[in-house]
């Protein structure tokens, strides 16, 4: 299933409360710190902006913020929230849609989502178009997990990495395709019931992000566990990882 696919009207409607750890306080606060500091009272450019979850509190911020976003439906629950005038929104690819050249002190994409583009191709003209983007100096910010392989011995298929009541989620890997797909069991009302869906990946290790940026201009500036800057390391599910355009 292609991004395109997966971002429908139905996915849309239910994206902020399927998500609503994900926007709480205790998950937006310290995201918001840290991108709203690198802005540094420049305007920030949010890649797959979806329906603002992070957009939207960073632009009641005080931070001026310009999305691009693939799915119409997702963009369109953004707009209940903030109009045009306030957080403008461009209907288009990530990887080649331009905004307005060089004017961004920050660029962002989060929650994974670099993994919607199925090939390294495709990954690295994003990393070139978050560049083209970029003033002197301003800086692109990825969310990544990292691949987690090491939960993968030989002969095992799957890794599951939510098991509740209201979920069950597993990943399947194509270890030569450098494909991950994340398999989703999620309850849907009382009746028992389990709605199935999945979404396909292209998972990339921190190293290979770092030649992508290098390939697009850019350089590492700093790389740390999580929004609150915790060290990254050899046991880091995920990191949050900074490149930045020579001034
Ligand atoms: C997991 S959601 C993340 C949304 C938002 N950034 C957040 O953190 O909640 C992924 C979003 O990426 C968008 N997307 C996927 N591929 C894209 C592409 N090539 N260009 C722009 N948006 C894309 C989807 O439509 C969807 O809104």
Excluded at 28 to 45: I, K, N, V, W, Y
Excluded at 85 to 113: H, K
Aim: glycine share 8%.
């Amino acid at each position: 299933m292609t991004s395109s696919e997966l971002w429908t009207r139905a996915n849309a409607d239910r994206y902020d409360a399927e998500e609503a750890e994900m926007s709480s306080a205790a998950v937006l606060g310290p995201t918001l710190d840290f991108l709203a500091e690198l802005a540094g009272g420049g305007r920030a450019l949010e890649f797959a902006i979806g329906t603002g979850r992070v957009g939207v509190p960073l632009r009641e911020r005080g931070v001026p913020v310009v999305g691009i976003e693939l799915s119409e439906h997702m963009a369109s629950v953004l707009r209940r929230k903030a109009d045009e005038d306030t957080l403008p929104v461009v209907i288009g690819d990530m990887v080649a849609t331009t905004v307005v050249p060089g004017e961004f002190t920050l660029v962002y994409l989060v929650y994974n989502t670099i993994t919607n583009l199925l090939t390294q191709d495709e990954q690295v003209e994003c990393f070139r178009n978050a560049a083209r983007h970029l003033v002197p100096g301003g800086r692109f910010v990825i969310e990544l997990g990292v691949p987690p392989l090491r939960f993968l011995p030989p002969g095992q298929v799957a890794v599951p990495f939510d098991v509740s009541e209201q979920h069950l989620g597993f990943d399947t890997f194509d270890l030569v395709e450098q494909i991950l797909v994340s398999h989703h069991f999620t309850r849907d009302g009382d009746d028992g019931r389990y709605r199935r869906g999945n979404s396909r990946h292209r998972y990339a290790w921190p190293a290979e992000l770092d030649l992508m940026a290098r390939i697009a201009g850019l350089e590492l500036e700093r790389r740390v566990a999580d929004w609150d800057g915790a060290p990254f390391s050899q046991d880091s599910a995920k990191h949050v990882s900074v490149w930045r355009k020579p001034a």
